[in-house]
């Protein structure tokens, strides 16, 4: 933007004006809840967690072989309780001192479960497989 100034003079100044905006960022804050994340088998894990007074529970088929890596304390992000129900595809890693797993759907802000391990693994282990929740009331 240039804009004219005239001193006493007839002279004129050229002054430039530099505008940045930053857009702001949104972030959307899913609810969460506590739970559990438990080693079950070497190919098998399942969460439980209390949401509204229900228990829903994740029971996984892990595609590999993990070592036990026992109990442990889980948070649950989720858009809509609706979205915990049925048979789902996840990625994730576990170990070598937390664990994460995204489920994958066809919609925003899909179901993830991650926490720290109580019993840490010496290994980083890339996992993908199927997760079947169900409610109980």
């Known amino acids: 933007m240039f804009l004219p100034f005239t001193k006493s003079t007839t002279s004129r100044f050229k002054i430039e004006l530099h505008f940045t905006y930053t857009v702001p960022q ?5 609810p969460t809840s506590k739970g559990t994340f438990r080693w079950t ?7 439980i967690f209390n949401i509204d007074g229900k228990t829903s529970t994740c029971t996984m088929e892990l595609n590999g072989v993990l070592p036990n890596s026992g109990t ?3 948070t649950l992000n989720y858009d809509n309780i609706d979205h915990l129900s049925g048979t789902q595809f996840f990625h994730g890693h576990i170990g070598k001192g937390d664990f994460e797993t995204d489920f994958e759907a066809d919609r925003e802000n899909n179901p993830k ?3 720290d391990l109580d019993k840490p693994i010496d290994q980083y282990i890339c996992v993908t497989g199927n997760g079947n929740w169900t409610q109980y009331y």
Request: cysteine-free.
């Open 72 to 74: 442990t304390s889980a």
């Open 113 to 115: 479960i991650q926490g």
């Open 41 to 47: 088998a070497p190919n098998q894990a399942d969460a």
């Open 26 to 30: 949104v972030r959307v804050i899913m």
